[in-house]
């Protein structure tokens, strides 16, 4: 069973920058999907990037050149690196995990593509 905590949220002017970190507890398999997804009260959680074991990425077109998604595996820890923030950043960031798949040739998963959940850190970015 993997757990899965976030770090590294926090308070940022538009402009800033800030690095997300998830630390997973173990993988049961040597084949693994991560990501990161994002969600404002009252809208749908949205994917934004994910990567898996062997180092494929994908992004969603909205953050591409801003973020940068990687992955310790010996640590295994997931991070976000997240530069020239906007108050449209503002969100809960959440970690999401899934056992024994890779990165789909289409893009970011979707929610229902993930077991494993943190329990998110909050970015928030004033102008």
């Known amino acids: 069973q993997v757990q899965l905590v976030e770090s590294g949220g926090g308070s940022v002017q538009a402009g800033g920058s800030l690095t997300l970190s998830c630390t997973a507890s173990e993988y049961i398999y040597s084949t693994y999907c991560m990501a990161w997804f994002r969600q404002v009260p009252g809208k749908e959680r949205e994917g934004i990037a994910a990567?898996?074991?062997?180092?494929?990425?994908a992004y969603v077109d909205s953050v591409k050149g801003r973020i940068t998604i990687s992955l310790d595996n010996a640590n295994l820890t997931l991070y976000l690196q997240m530069n020239d923030l906007k108050p449209e950043d503002t969100a809960m960031y959440y970690c999401?995990?899934?056992?024994?798949?890779?990165?789909?040739?289409?893009?970011?998963?979707?929610?229902?593509?993930?077991?494993?959940w943190g329990q998110g850190t909050q970015v928030t970015v004033s102008p």
């Open positions: 990567i898996d074991s062997d180092g494929t990425t």
């Open positions: 999401a995990a899934r056992d024994g798949t890779a990165v789909p040739a289409l893009g970011v998963p979707g929610e229902i593509y993930f077991g494993y």
